[in-house]
């Protein structure tokens, strides 16, 4: 701890004075970094404060060196996950509310152009002149076969 001190002076140019900080953090997953696996600091293997020297004695936190520690999730990622799983739902509830909407326009301009035709069809010929008549005769036949009628 003392040759951890002499360093950080000749780096920093000042005494380390956080050191009841970083007791309390030494030992947190988030600052341990990957390099605790090849360490050989002393640590602790037993409840009564023994220590030990040794690399190869197994401490109390189990280190998987061959892959990154994994943090937990943050708060704001975890909110975008939860949006990301909405978000295709709501879509394509939108689309489809659209399509439906689009299905009973269609439907309901056919239908206008239905009875628009049926009117013509049913129109009074009597104060049409011939050539009126014949017009619309060929219009009436022209509909009758689009509609069905």
């Known amino acids: 701890m003392a040759s951890a001190h002499a360093f950080f002076a000749q780096d920093e140019g000042t005494t ?3 050191e009841y900080a970083w007791r309390l953090l030494k030992d947190e997953p988030k600052w341990m970094g990957e390099s605790i696996g090849n ?10 404060g023994a220590s030990s020297a040794n690399s190869d004695t197994p401490s109390s936190y189990e280190f998987n060196s061959s892959s990154p520690m994994e943090r937990p999730m943050g708060q704001k990622a975890a909110k975008r996950k939860g949006k990301a799983k909405e978000i295709p739902n709501a879509t394509q509830d939108a689309r489809n509310k659209r399509a439906a909407a689009m299905e009973r326009l269609a439907q309901s301009k056919e239908d206008e ?3 628009k ?5 049913m129109k009074d010929t009597s104060t049409m ?10 219009y009436c036949n022209k509909m009758k076969k689009k509609y069905g009628l």
């Open 16 to 18: 380390f004075n956080l």
């Open 39 to 48: 360490s050989s600091k002393v640590t602790k293997t037993s409840a009564s």
């Open 113 to 115: 152009l239905e009875l």
């Open 117 to 121: 035709a049926m009117q013509i069809i």
């Open 129 to 138: 002149s011939d050539s009126q008549r014949d017009i619309h005769e060929k």
